[in-house]
């Protein structure tokens, strides 16, 4: 599932966008700029919605700090500040989108929808295919290797969707851990050893169990 981070400090609107994002994105919502900043420099999240005006730290700030550390997670901003030069200042420092409140929550979603399919987060169907053998289908998790079912669920079909959204992405460890099974999981990281092992093994015999490389003290990426 797509994972967003909202930062919004009005706790109506933050609830209002959470319910209606809630069958269609995984939303971890934050009410500061500083925790925003600190949230986002996990790299886990494949959109970021940002207020501007926030306390602590504004959503200007957060975005510039976390472009000069290079993580390009889309953002699209939500703000009251409509004036132009407002617009393009957040375009300069690397806003994606823009979006004036007070909005509809359809165009909010339609604006997300939009920016993922651009930027190859989501496709334009619900069907998900790697090479010439494997077709997955997001709207009943369903895993086909050249034709035949293969029973992947749970936190293995998560796993699998991730590495698909991000080819030839390098994916440190600890960022899979945090991404799929969260930071306050009861687990150790060690999880994502085994359950990186079970993938191989179910989809042996499709291209990407051939193409998913271990990169030793990096982590992994799917060519």
Same mark, same amino acid.
Do not use: C
């Given at each position: 599932?797509?994972?967003? #981070? ?33 949230? &986002? ?63 509809? #929550? ?7 929808? &939009? ?18 053998? #494997? ?73 990407? &169990? ?14």
């Amino acid at each position: 599932m797509i994972k967003i #981070l909202l930062v919004e400090d009005d706790l109506s609107l933050s609830n209002s966008v959470y319910d209606f994002l809630e069958n269609f994105a995984d939303v971890v919502q934050v009410f500061d700029g500083e925790e925003g900043l600190f949230e &986002a420099q996990s790299n886990i999240y494949d959109m970021i919605l940002l207020d501007l005006m926030l306390p602590e730290k504004n959503g200007f700030e957060l975005l510039s700090e976390l472009r000069a550390e290079g993580i390009k997670t889309p953002v699209l901003i939500m703000t009251a500040k409509e004036s132009l030069d407002d617009k393009m200042h957040g375009f300069d420092i690397g806003a994606d989108d823009y979006l004036t409140k007070p909005f509809y #929550l359809e165009e909010l979603k339609a604006r997300i929808q &939009a920016l993922l399919k651009r930027i190859g987060k989501i496709e334009d169907t619900s069907t998900v295919r790697y090479g010439e053998t #494997l077709v997955v289908n997001t709207s009943n998790n369903q895993v086909l290797v050249s034709g035949q079912p293969v029973d992947i669920l749970g936190k293995e079909f998560d796993l699998l969707l991730y590495f698909l959204q991000n080819r030839n992405v390098i994916l440190p460890k600890e960022q899979i851990f945090d991404r799929i099974w969260g930071f306050d999981s009861d687990t150790t990281i060690t999880v994502v050893e085994v359950y990186m092992s079970k993938l191989r093994k179910k989809l042996k015999g499709s291209e990407f &169990a051939d193409n998913l490389v271990t990169l030793r003290n990096s982590g992994y990426m799917l060519k």
